[in-house]
């Protein structure tokens, strides 16, 4: 009797355990950005920055889908870590009054900016998605959520994830300056972590309180500029990078300053920069390989060549196409960040879920 009781109490824990693993460790999961975490809301604006076509989405479940790489994104096994659905591109909404997606929505938009006129034509700047999310709150949530959950709540321990500022660089600053338009670096910086800064604090007005916000990655490490500008001395365009760690440096400043002032609000720093320099400097570290070269076939823009069949060995690559990782690296920097230590910063995504 004795050992059969035991028995039962072993198979209970067990459950209990297994039932708690697979718990939500959040409500929802938010995401705003450019392509690192674009799930495909290009495919329903008028833009040419569009990545639903073949080689794109190999991998992915279900195929192509406008993920600017071969599978999932940083968003997705970030989403999966938490309990989550991938959260669905937010142009849903518009499009289809009935969809019901209560654990987050993708606002993302491949080429977009923090600045309006960074971003190409008809992609949606980070006010643009911000404000996407506001008609969330206001109209969609209300009618979506069950009755029983306050949406105040619900937003209060969502997960807001954020990766913005390189197409601020790529489409806007360095664009100025390879015309000779007159720039400052310095001031550019401060401007874009000041807009950067009013929008996040829109959001902690609207309900948010849990961000998580990506640095720039290492810009000078992209294939798209190695092979453009072909630096002597170095794996990387050090001037680029240098440029963009003006930026990083600021945000985190930022960051940390409306986590001090913004009430009951924590704010992470997820270290991209360093995930993609300590890739391409060091990817066997990872157990990836090469790190130079891209998997698919380029066109003269940087994407893959929809007509060519890219690289079989993709989970040993850090890039897909000349700008946007490999779904290999992705989980690596996801995983950093949920779990990891140093990755993301004070705090990993698991320990801010359950604060």
């Known amino acids: 009797m004795a050992k059969s009781s035991i028995s039962l109490l072993f198979v209970f824990i067990i459950f209990f355990v297994l039932e708690k693993s697979q718990a939500k460790l959040a409500p929802a999961l938010y995401v705003f950005g450019d392509s690192t975490v674009?799930?495909?809301?290009?495919?329903?604006?008028?833009?040419?920055?569009?990545?639903?076509?073949?080689?794109?989405?190999?991998?992915?479940?279900?195929?192509?889908?406008?993920?600017?790489?071969?599978?999932?994104?940083?968003?997705?096994?970030?989403?999966?870590?938490?309990?989550?659905?991938?959260?669905?591109?937010?142009?849903?909404?518009?499009?289809?009054?009935?969809?019901?997606?209560?654990?987050?929505?993708?606002?993302?938009?491949?080429?977009?900016?923090?600045?309006?006129?960074?971003?190409?034509?008809?992609?949606?700047?980070?006010?643009?998605?911000?404000?996407?999310?506001?008609?969330?709150?206001?109209?969609?949530?209300?009618?979506?959520?069950?009755?029983?959950?306050?949406?105040?709540?619900?937003?209060?321990?969502?997960?807001?994830?954020?990766?913005?500022?390189?197409?601020?660089?790529?489409?806007?600053?360095?664009?100025?300056?390879?015309?000779?338009?007159?720039?400052?670096?310095?001031?550019?910086?401060?401007?874009?972590?000041?807009?950067?800064?009013?929008?996040?604090?829109?959001?902690?007005?609207?309900?948010?309180?849990?961000?998580?916000?990506?640095?720039?990655?290492?810009?000078?490490?992209?294939?798209?500029?190695?092979?453009?500008?072909?630096?002597?001395n170095s794996k990387c365009v050090d001037e680029l990078n240098s440029m963009v760690l003006k930026f990083n440096k600021k945000l985190h400043l930022k960051l940390t300053e409306l986590g001090r002032t913004l009430p009951n609000s924590v704010f992470v720093i997820g270290n991209n920069y360093l995930h993609i320099l300590t890739l391409v400097e060091n990817p066997q570290k990872y157990g990836l390989k090469d790190a130079s070269n891209a998997c698919c076939v380029l066109t003269p823009y940087g994407t893959c060549d929809s007509s060519r069949v890219p690289c079989n060995d993709r989970d040993s690559r850090v890039f897909f196409d000349a700008a946007h990782p490999t779904e290999a690296a992705y989980k690596i920097l996801a995983n950093g960040c949920f779990n990891g230590v140093g990755v993301c910063l004070p705090i990993n995504l698991q320990q801010l879920a359950l604060l």
Not at 175 to 180: I, Q, T, V
Not at 193 to 206: F, P, Q
Request: aromatic letters at 12%.
């Open 38 to 232: 674009d799930a495909g809301n290009n495919n329903g604006i008028q833009t040419y920055a569009k990545y639903n076509y073949l080689p794109y989405g190999i991998d992915y479940p279900g195929g192509t889908t406008g993920r600017p790489t071969n599978g999932r994104t940083m968003a997705d096994f970030i989403a999966l870590s938490l309990g989550l659905k991938a959260p669905p591109p937010a142009f849903l909404l518009v499009n289809t009054s009935t969809y019901n997606a209560c654990e987050g929505f993708n606002y993302a938009s491949a080429s977009a900016g923090i600045l309006p006129e960074s971003g190409f034509k008809g992609t949606l700047s980070l006010g643009e998605q911000v404000g996407l999310f506001k008609k969330t709150v206001e109209e969609y949530l209300p009618l979506h959520l069950e009755k029983s959950v306050d949406v105040s709540l619900h937003l209060s321990k969502s997960i807001f994830h954020f990766v913005m500022g390189v197409n601020d660089y790529a489409l806007n600053f360095l664009k100025k300056k390879n015309s000779g338009q007159p720039v400052n670096e310095e001031a550019f910086a401060e401007l874009l972590v000041a807009k950067y800064g009013e929008h996040l604090t829109d959001l902690y007005i609207l309900g948010a309180r849990k961000f998580v916000v990506f640095d720039i990655e290492a810009m000078g490490c992209l294939p798209s500029y190695v092979n453009q500008l072909k630096p002597a």
